[in-house]
């Protein structure tokens, strides 16, 4: 970091920061020299595939450049603003923004209840159905458990089959109490969208976003995933001992199916030039090139603190609508991260600078690269060195992990394979059926086939879908005559067909 200030003093090109209360009245210079070297060096610290950034001040883009190539094998190409990655789950606040043209048009408010757009929205409470708004589909406190659902996609069930299961997710926590980071109440804010605009979240997103904001590379999973050139491959990214490593995702159509079914909470695929766009929108707040994408008022919203995400004594995070805001005594870093399937992203604004930061890269696996350079880039602005962020974020990756103590095998003994063989029912949810092929158990949900492997007593994991635990229950007689799926929040069961 100290090298890192020193080149930034030395620099020729520098943009100096003209308003932001006193706080921000430092240095105030951003270095491209210097901003290039930290990406590089983290670029290759971390071993990276690939890497697109792009920062944003005043209206103007003032650095964009690709790192690497679009994929580590014969066919990778290099990197340039124009490379397309997933980004993610930075497509939530996309969907927060697009569903913000749509209450600027008078068609929804924020305080509206939800069952008053689709009288078909039904959550496991009957009073937190009713009372449910519009205001609370975003940010995270509907009461689930961290990321409910989110194995839903991997049994076959797409976006308009989840939005009917919700009403089955018994919730963990009390309506509006608790930060539980959810994907799939984001196909919610979809089908309002879709309900006012009369189209597709893929297509309304182009129309309302994309197109305005000329960002003219970007689409959506749904449309490009297998089709697009310029897409960069996504790659795992791992520890192998001390080594940082990188290998191509052979996982491709199952990545698909999950992303698919979340779209509008993670399947933008954009390019770095056109977040450079995004950011200018969000920096003039909500014009772009003098045209009001979103209202003033509107796009302010999207900004209002909901709920609390995290804290600690220098540091408070809250939830708003598809962004987390950070307030420190950096001032306010708006931000969100994204990972899925291969491709990491981060879009950061900090307001009071008036700069905003996007990096994407095509390896799945943390963002610490990603807020390393970010937290760099603030220091560097504010001339402070208040600590080595490269190394803080690096070493929380590399460190040793101990070691997974071994879970004791419980002994008790399955059933004869007969006597979980049927069919077995839940409403909204389908058929199950056990079957048996070559002495062991089969499970069947849609599309979706698998062997079973006995855990203990009654329960098995599904081997094909992430291990996923399915526990069958006896009835009278001691005969199994249920089954359920264990995916975080209960789901209920699935009783035997007679």
Partial sequence: MKNFNKLCFAAILSVTILFGPAVFAQTNKFSTEAFDKLCNDVFKEWNLPGMAVVVVKGGETIFLKGYG??????????????????????????????????????????????????????????????????????????????????????????????????????????????????????????????????????????????KPLEMNSSTTGNRSFFTSEALAKGHTHFMDKDTIKRAIRADRERGFRWLSAVAPAGFVISTAEDMGNWLKMHLGKGKFNGKQIISEANHRYLFVPQTISGHDSITLNNYAQGWTV????????????????????????????????????????????????????????????????????????????????????????????NQYIGQYFKEDFGTITISEEDNNLTFQLNNVKSELRHKTGNSFNIRSVSNIELEFFPGTNNKIDALTLKIGDPIGNFSRVK
């Fill in 69 to 210: 190539t679009t994929s580590i094998d014969s066919t990778g190409t290099p990197i340039t603003p124009k490379t397309q990655f997933v980004i993610a789950s930075t497509s939530k606040a996309m969907t927060a923004a697009l569903l913000a043209t749509v209450i600027d048009e008078g068609k929804v408010k924020w305080e509206d209840t939800v069952v008053n757009h689709l009288p078909d929205f039904k959550l496991y409470d009957s009073w937190v159905t009713a009372n449910f708004q519009v205001r609370d589909i975003m940010v995270h406190k509907t009461g689930f458990r961290a990321y409910a659902t989110d194995d839903l996609p991997h049994f076959g069930y797409d976006r308009d089959q989840i939005f009917r299961l919700l009403r089955h997710i018994q919730p963990t926590y009390s309506f509006r109490t608790t930060y539980a980071y959810n994907n799939a109440m984001y196909t919610v804010t979809a089908k309002i969208i879709e309900k006012h605009t009369k189209m597709s979240w893929d297509d309304a997103i182009v129309e309302r976003i994309f």
């Fill in 326 to 417: 950070e307030q420190s005594s950096n001032g306010r870093l708006i931000r969100h991260t994204g990972l899925a399937y291969g491709y990491t992203a981060f879009v950061g604004i900090m307001p009071e600078m008036d700069m905003g930061i996007a990096i994407l890269t095509n390896a799945g696996a943390t963002t610490n690269p990603h807020m390393a350079i970010t937290r760099e880039m603030i220091e560097m602005l504010k001339g402070e060195d208040k600590r080595d962020w490269r190394e803080f974020y690096l070493s929380s990756f590399t460190r040793p992990r101990p070691p997974i103590p071994q879970i004791k095998t419980d002994t008790i003994p399955q059933l004869a394979n």
